[in-house]
């Protein structure tokens, strides 16, 4: 399977942001990237309706692969979303702790034959783009169906990687090798063969540390100008 989890990162800020986004305040159709809260680097995520709830769903324009970063970034935290899925062999991923140096760690699951899917921790190296697992397991989950999906990363050496679905822990490590201290977090999602969908809502960035004033994309370039 392709590397869906394919990273170009921009440089990590010494920043720690809270964030969050539950899409309600975006026109229907609108790019999530449209606010300046967000940076796409590849593909499109676009505000749909479920229900009367606005959620952010993939729409991939001839691309296999997405990757958003989000405003929030952290040493020690965590990313968590409500995320549903249809299709097989394609994955959805955090990003956490990116930087275009180095790389990010990600966790996230592969549809592999729904309802068996996989769950994924890996360090993706920016440079070469080699994504090294670290960890990985099998779980059920139903297709169609909100599944709450959390990725946490703490500590510097070793550095604690855990991925949990619908609250309980589904894969864990430690890395003692790459260290990535600090950094951006985001999604990834991409696929190997037919186009699936992946939908995601409440996306929620948690930084363990004291928190400091939502930033954005623009907000950062001013800082170099």
Partial sequence: MRNFFLLILIPAMLLAVDFSDDFESYALGDDISSTGLWMGLG??????ADGSNQIAETQWDGNDNIIYLSSGSFSDGSVT???KFSGSSAGFGFVCRGDMVEGAYVGGIVSVMPPVCATIIAYQDALTEEQIVLAQDYIVLNEDTWHTLSFEVTGTNPVQLTFSVNGSVNSSCEDVVYLLDSGFTGVATGFDSSEPMF????????DYSVSLARITF???KACFR
């Fill in 43 to 48: 593909g499109n995520l676009v505000v749909s």
């Fill in 81 to 83: 979303s409500e995320v």
């Fill in 199 to 206: 939908y995601f809502d409440d996306y929620v960035v948690d």
């Fill in 218 to 220: 623009g907000g950062i």
